[in-house]
């Protein structure tokens, strides 16, 4: 089976990617990381992509005169492993219109809630304060409006009474960590 290049978008401690990573190295997994990028030179999933042997770039906007040419560097970096798939994994950036035009239909993202409810940040604590019984995370195509891509596959998670707003984001997060290599196998094998 030939796998496919795909590259993932992280941010922090890189859970997901680990995630995505481990089913990559199943043989019948169809894609395999090629590239990490981070916007974020402290992250710690850059150092569990050298781990695995996966070539990373990191810049941080604070170093560009602006959010293009951040995005321009980026798309120059990325070029040449001709991803099939972009998957954003706690990515904390939003995409402009031109990046996301360069990979139509081809970028991913994870989002800790059922959308389209919850968009945005501070999900889990917005689940508390209005008391909902099941909460959840969803993989989603990037499109134009922020967490407003057509839906992938979610998986719900139920909400305790004694939940807080981390032991919330522990479980939501197992999910998360479950669905993204599903989602991303879904989307590959159309």
């Known amino acids: 089976m030939t796998k496919q290049p795909i590259g993932v978008f992280i941010s922090g401690r890189g859970t997901n990617l680990q995630s995505i990573i481990?089913?990559?190295?199943?043989?019948?997994?169809?894609?395999?990381v090629k590239i990490v990028f981070s916007d974020n030179h402290s992250a710690k999933g850059i150092d569990l992509a050298k781990e695995n042997g996966i070539d990373t770039f990191s810049l941080e906007i604070k170093d560009f005169i602006n959010k293009g040419e951040f995005e321009e560097q980026i798309l120059k970096l990325i070029k040449p492993?001709?991803?099939?798939?972009?998957?954003?994994?706690?990515?904390?950036?939003?995409?402009?219109?031109?990046?996301?035009?360069?990979?139509?239909?081809?970028?991913?993202?994870?989002?800790?809630?059922?959308?389209?409810?919850?968009?945005?940040?501070?999900?889990?604590?917005?689940?508390?304060e209005n008391n909902d019984d099941i909460t959840?995370?969803?993989?989603?195509y990037v499109n134009h409006?922020?967490?407003g891509g057509e839906i992938i596959?979610?998986?719900n998670v139920k909400v305790d009474a004694t939940d807080s707003v981390t032991t919330l984001a522990d479980k939501v997060l197992k999910q998360e960590n479950m669905?993204?290599?599903e989602a991303i196998k879904m989307v590959l094998r159309k």
Do not use: W
């Not at 959840?136 to 989603?140: A, N, P, Q, R, Y």
């Open 145 to 147: 409006e922020l967490d």
């Open 81 to 128: 492993y001709d991803l099939r798939l972009i998957c954003l994994a706690g990515y904390m950036k939003i995409l402009s219109s031109e990046f996301i035009e360069h990979y139509p239909n081809k970028i991913l993202n994870i989002h800790p809630s059922l959308l389209p409810k919850y968009k945005g940040l501070n999900t889990h604590k917005r689940v508390l």
């Open 22 to 32: 481990n089913a990559s190295k199943n043989e019948n997994f169809p894609c395999e």
């Open 153 to 155: 596959v979610q998986k």
């Open 136 to 140: 959840g995370c969803t993989v989603h």
């Open 179 to 181: 669905i993204y290599p």
